[in-house]
């Protein structure tokens, strides 16, 4: 068997330039601090890309599929004989892809963040935050058990508090950042609540034991009833609603419009391919659970992701910000995924839904990162976030309109581009399960078409604007990503 020892690497160097360049950021010039930072970012980024070629093209295949691995395990904490909490590295196709996914993303917003935030005070501060929290999110993709998990995830929460509120002496920016971090330890208190039921009623923490469909913890807690439902279900819904949180989604969606306070390299980051898909990676993680134990918490995953989907489209309608715009469709997209996990069944043709959710993660997650990082090019040639500030744009921004218009096309799922291949699966999974939810989705994508056009024309072409400054595009680091 190919040995991934070496995987502890990539968790580990994010955290130890965060440490390098938060303690020693001011001794050093911000040029280079960026340049350490994101030097960094591309060693792990190699690396994870890598361990996915060794995983998915020169590992073992097991017969049922992709092997778990344990790369890397330690005792932390013994709570009792049988209970311990472990810190360790878990490598599987979801944790595998996670990994080319946050780390590629990161990379991008690294370069890119060379030139937005070049001249900004606080600009070596800016990114050690950024491998602060790409340290949190990589140690909570690769957790071996759902306590890490939890660990990390409230590790991410904080280091997107800080990044969210970079602009300390802004006042929109503090309370934005406060209102995500509140918001969120609301869902992460259910998210705790449903660990320890959990744990409680199968003695283990472990993802491998938790996940087996034949182990002992799938018939544990099943004939215990309270209000109706068993506790296995209990806790899953509790657990969901962590990733309700995280993910932005009805009700605990407010904190994500006011985190556009935060720069632009920021919202692509977190509501790209990072902080929110950690709810639908969440409901991945624990599908087995879900599927064969807890199908009525299934349910509730199935009609949250609907109704956030829906309700997020129609508000994206309605906006004038371009963030906030990019914002509510992150919102509808990420339900989008959660209603694909809802309506598979696991295995099989029936988990067509859950292979529909992480191929329209892993998608999502490039153009929209694409979206938010042109939309901060926009931003920095006509210093202004309001649509109706712009028009006509194409003629001084023709590379920036070209990347913009490829994601626009993606995103609205035009053929042949990937989000029509994922969106349609989606589309399929839900037809065959639930025709009311297949129908709202079908609206939904529709919408996304409507509201992500509107906004191109408005920006693009639309009146002819008179600017102060003539617009042009941005130095090469932002440009060439």
């Given at each position: 068997?190919?040995?991934?020892?070496?995987?502890?690497?990539?968790?580990?160097?994010?955290?130890?330039?965060?440490?390098?360049?938060?303690?020693?950021?001011?001794?050093?010039?911000?040029?280079?601090?960026?340049?350490?930072?994101?030097?960094?970012?591309?060693?792990?980024?190699?690396?994870?890309?890598?361990?996915?070629?060794?995983?998915?093209?020169?590992?073992?295949?097991?017969?049922?599929?992709?092997?778990?691995?344990?790369?890397?395990?330690?005792?932390?904490?013994?709570?009792?004989?049988?209970?311990?909490?472990?810190?360790?590295?878990?490598?599987?196709?979801?944790?595998?892809?996670?990994?080319?996914?946050?780390?590629?993303?990161?990379?991008?917003?690294?370069?890119?963040?060379?030139?937005?935030?070049?001249?900004?005070?606080?600009?070596?501060?800016?990114?050690?935050?950024?491998?602060?929290?790409?340290?949190?999110?990589?140690?909570?993709?690769?957790?071996?058990?759902?306590?890490?998990?939890?660990i990390f995830w409230e590790l991410v929460g904080v280091s997107s508090f800080l990044l969210i509120g970079f602009y300390y002496t802004k006042p929109s920016a503090v309370r934005a950042s406060k209102k995500a971090?509140?918001?969120?330890?609301?869902?992460?208190?259910?998210?705790?609540?449903?660990?320890?039921?959990?744990?409680?009623?199968?003695?283990?923490?472990?993802?491998?034991?938790?996940?087996?469909?034949?182990?002992?913890?799938?018939?544990?807690?099943?004939?215990?009833?309270?209000?109706?439902?068993?506790?296995?279900?209990?806790?899953?819904?509790?657990?969901?609603?962590g990733g309700v949180g995280k993910s932005a989604m009805f009700p605990f969606h407010i904190w994500l419009p006011d985190a556009m306070e935060g720069p632009t390299p920021v919202s692509a980051l977190i509501h790209?391919?990072?902080?929110?898909?950690?709810?639908?990676?969440?409901?991945?993680?624990?599908?087995?659970?879900?599927?064969?134990?807890?199908?009525?918490?299934?349910?509730?995953?199935?009609?949250?992701?609907?109704?956030?989907?829906?309700?997020?489209?129609?508000?994206?309608?309605?906006?004038?910000?371009?963030?906030?715009?990019?914002?509510?469709?992150?919102?509808?997209?990420?339900?989008?995924?959660?209603?694909?996990?809802?309506?598979?069944?696991?295995?099989?043709?029936?988990?067509?839904?859950?292979?529909?959710?992480?191929?329209?993660?892993?998608?999502?997650?490039?153009?929209?990162?694409?979206?938010?990082?042109?939309?901060?090019?926009?931003?920095?040639?006509?210093?202004?976030?309001?649509?109706?500030?712009?028009?006509?744009?194409?003629?001084?921004?023709?590379?920036?309109?070209?990347?913009?218009?490829?994601?626009?096309?993606?995103?609205?799922?035009?053929?042949?581009?990937?989000?029509?291949?994922?969106?349609?699966?989606?589309?399929?999974?839900?037809?065959?399960?639930?025709?009311?939810?297949?129908?709202?989705?079908?609206?939904?994508?529709?919408?996304?078409?409507?509201?992500?056009?509107?906004?191109?024309?408005?920006?693009?072409?639309?009146?002819?604007?008179?600017?102060?400054?003539?617009?042009?595009?941005?130095?090469?680091?932002?440009?060439?990503?």
């Open positions: 068997m190919t040995n991934f020892g070496y995987t502890i690497l990539i968790p580990l160097l994010p955290f130890l330039m965060f440490l390098l360049l938060g303690l020693a950021g001011n001794k050093l010039k911000a040029r280079l601090s960026g340049l350490l930072g994101t030097a960094g970012l591309a060693v792990i980024t190699i690396l994870s890309d890598f361990t996915a070629y060794q995983y998915f093209f020169s590992g073992e295949k097991a017969e049922a599929g992709y092997q778990k691995i344990i790369a890397f395990n330690t005792v932390w904490l013994n709570l009792s004989e049988k209970l311990h909490i472990d810190l360790g590295v878990l490598l599987d196709p979801i944790s595998v892809m996670m990994l080319v996914v946050i780390t590629t993303v990161s990379l991008m917003v690294h370069i890119y963040s060379l030139g937005y935030m070049k001249g900004e005070k606080g600009f070596e501060r800016f990114f050690a935050f950024l491998s602060l929290f790409s340290f949190s999110m990589l140690g909570l993709v690769v957790a071996t058990n759902i306590f890490q998990m939890y971090f509140i918001v969120t330890r609301f869902a992460d208190f259910g998210f705790l609540i449903g660990i320890l039921i959990l744990s409680f009623n199968t003695k283990t923490f472990d993802f491998i034991t938790l996940t087996d469909p034949n182990g002992a913890a799938m018939t544990q807690g099943g004939g215990i009833a309270f209000m109706g439902l068993s506790v296995m279900t209990w806790s899953m819904i509790f657990v969901y609603m790209a391919a990072t902080m929110v898909v950690a709810g639908v990676y969440l409901v991945a993680r624990m599908f087995p659970i879900y599927a064969i134990t807890a199908p009525a918490a299934l349910q509730v995953v199935a009609y949250v992701g609907a109704f956030s989907s829906l309700f997020a489209a129609v508000i994206a309608c309605t906006q004038t910000d371009i963030k906030r715009v990019l914002a509510y469709s992150t919102m509808s997209q990420i339900g989008y995924m959660m209603l694909a996990l809802g309506v598979s069944g696991y295995g099989g043709h029936d988990g067509l839904g859950f292979m529909a959710s992480m191929f329209h993660l892993f998608t999502h997650a490039f153009f929209k990162a694409l979206l938010f990082l042109a939309a901060g090019a926009i931003i920095h040639a006509v210093h202004s976030n309001d649509m109706t500030d712009m028009g006509g744009l194409r003629k001084y921004l023709p590379i920036t309109h070209a990347t913009f218009l490829i994601a626009c096309l993606t995103i609205a799922g035009i053929p042949p581009l990937s989000g029509f291949f994922s969106k349609d699966e989606i589309l399929a999974a839900a037809f065959h399960h639930n025709k009311i939810l297949f129908a709202v989705e079908y609206a939904v994508a529709g919408l996304t078409a409507f509201y992500m056009f509107r906004l191109y024309f408005s920006i693009f072409w639309g009146k002819e604007t008179q600017y102060h400054h003539t617009p042009h595009e941005s130095p090469p680091s932002m440009t060439i990503l």
